[in-house]
C-alpha cells in the first residue's frame, strides 16, 4: 500500500503518525516529585469520534480529583500512528502515555487479551454491560500488566461491528471466499475462517486503499469509526452481522503510571473508571444514531444477515478451542453464563 495519494484525508493522517512518533522524544513528564506532570495521549480520529471525546472526559475527570498540576496533551487524527504503533510504544513506555485499544491490537503481548474481543462473545448489550460491571475480565487485565507493563485504567466502547463492503454480501452463500480485513489476533482470522470468508489481517490505515484497490472487498467495524474515517467513500455495503459489541481498555503504561505522584495514580483510576462509563454510554447510544446519518445521507445502504442465528453456531468450536489453548476455558464459561 504505498500510493498514499489516493487516501482519504484522514486514512492518510494515520498512515504519518507512525513515521511522526518515532521521531519524537519520549514522555515529556517529569520526576515523580516535581510538580508538572505532562500526560500524552492518542487518538487515531478526530474531536467528534466517542473514544476521542471519552479521552478528553478523562482528562477533564483527573483535573477534577487532583489538586496538583497535570497537563494533557492529547494528539488526534492518527499524528502518533495507529493502534498496532501504540501498543508498542506503551510497552516500552515512549512517545505516549495512554489511549484507548482494541484487545486484539494487544495480542502481540499478550494472548489472551482477545478474548475480550472476540467475536460473538456478547448475546446483547445487557450481557455486555454485565460482563463490563463484573471482575471476569481481571485475570486477562493481569496478563496484559506483567506481559506488557500496560495496566487497563477503565472500559470503553460500546459500538456494534458489522461487514463493511464493497459489494453487498447478504447471506452465507455471498461470505464464502470474501477477502476481508480483519484485526491482527490470531482469534479473528480463525473465526471469519471458520464463517468461510478468506480473512487477512490489515493494519488499519491501510484498509481504505486495499479496498479501493481491490486487495480486499471489505472489513468489519462499527458506526463511529466507519463515519469518522469515511470507510463508506470505498465499502457502501454495511451486513448488520452485529458480531461484536466492542470492549475497548483505556490503557496507561506501566512505566508512566508509577512515576507519578500516589494522589494522581488514585486520581487516574478513578477517571479512567468513569471516563470508561461516559464512553460506553455515549458510543453505544450514538453507534444507531450514526448507521441512521450515514444512510439518511446516502452513504451507505444496509442490509439483515440472512441467517444469522447459523454463524453463532460456526464460532463456538473456534471460541472453545481459543479459550481452551490460553486456559481460559473457565473465563469463558463465567462470561457466557452470566
Ligand atoms: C475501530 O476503529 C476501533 O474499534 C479500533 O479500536 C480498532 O482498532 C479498529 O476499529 C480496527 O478495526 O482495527
Known amino acids: 500500500m504505498t500510493n498514499f495519494a489516493i487516501l482519504t484525508k484522514a486514512t492518510a493522517r494515520l498512515t504519518m503518525g507512525a513515521a511522526l512518533a518515532a521521531g519524537l522524544s ?5 520526576a515523580a516529585f516535581a510538580q508538572d506532570v505532562t500526560l500524552r495521549g492518542a487518538s487515531m480520529f478526530d474531536d467528534n469520534h466517542a473514544f476521542t471525546k471519552t479521552m478528553r472526559k478523562f482528562a477533564e475527570l483527573v483535573g477534577e480529583n487532583y489538586s496538583g498540576s497535570v497537563e494533557f496533551d492529547l494528539r488526534l487524527n492518527g499524528e502518533l500512528g495507529v493502534e498496532k504503533d501504540y501498543v508498542n510504544f506503551l510497552q516500552q513506555g515512549v512517545a505516549i502515555d495512554y489511549t484507548i485499544m482494541a484487545p486484539s491490537n494487544m495480542a502481540k503481548f499478550a494472548p489472551a487479551i482477545p478474548l475480550m474481543d472476540m467475536p460473538f462473545l456478547f448475546r446483547d448489550l445487557d450481557h455486555w454491560n454485565k460482563v463490563l460491571a463484573s471482575d471476569a475480565f481481571g485475570p486477562l487485565e493481569a496478563e496484559l500488566e506483567q506481559n506488557a507493563d500496560i495496566k487497563i485504567i477503565g472500559y470503553t466502547g460500546g459500538g456494534v461491528r458489522n ?17 476481508m480485513r480483519v484485526m491482527g489476533a490470531p482469534i479473528q482470522a480463525q473465526t471469519f475462517s471458520a464463517l468461510t470468508a478468506a480473512p487477512s489481517a490489515i493494519a488499519y490505515n491501510e484498509v481504505y486503499n486495499a479496498i479501493q484497490s481491490g486487495v480486499i472487498s471489505g472489513f468489519e467495524n462499527e458506526a463511529a469509526s466507519i463515519q469518522n474515517l469515511k470507510f463508506y467513500e ?3 455495503h454495511i451486513t448488520l452481522t452485529k458480531h461484536t459489541i466492542t470492549v475497548r481498555p483505556i490503557v496507561m503504561s506501566g512505566k508512566t503510571f508509577r512515576k507519578l505522584p500516589e494522589d494522581l495514580q488514585a486520581a487516574v483510576l478513578k477517571a479512567g473508571k468513569e471516563a470508561g462509563a461516559f464512553g460506553r454510554e455515549l458510543e453505544s447510544r450514538e453507534d444507531g444514531l450514526k448507521l441512521q446519518e450515514m444512510l439518511d445521507a446516502g452513504q451507505i445502504q444496509v442490509q439483515e444477515f440472512e441467517g444469522r442465528e447459523k454463524l453463532l453456531e460456526m464460532v463456538v468450536p473456534v471460541q472453545d478451542a481459543f479459550a481452551a489453548d490460553i486456559e481460559a476455558t473457565d473465563l469463558l464459561a463465567n462470561v457466557r453464563g452470566m
Open 26 to 30: 519520549a514522555i515529556s513528564m517529569t
Open 163 to 179: 461487514l463493511v463492503s464493497s459489494e453487498p454480501i447478504a447471506n452465507l452463500a455471498d461470505l464464502a471466499g470474501h477477502k
Open 234 to 236: 470505498v465499502a457502501p
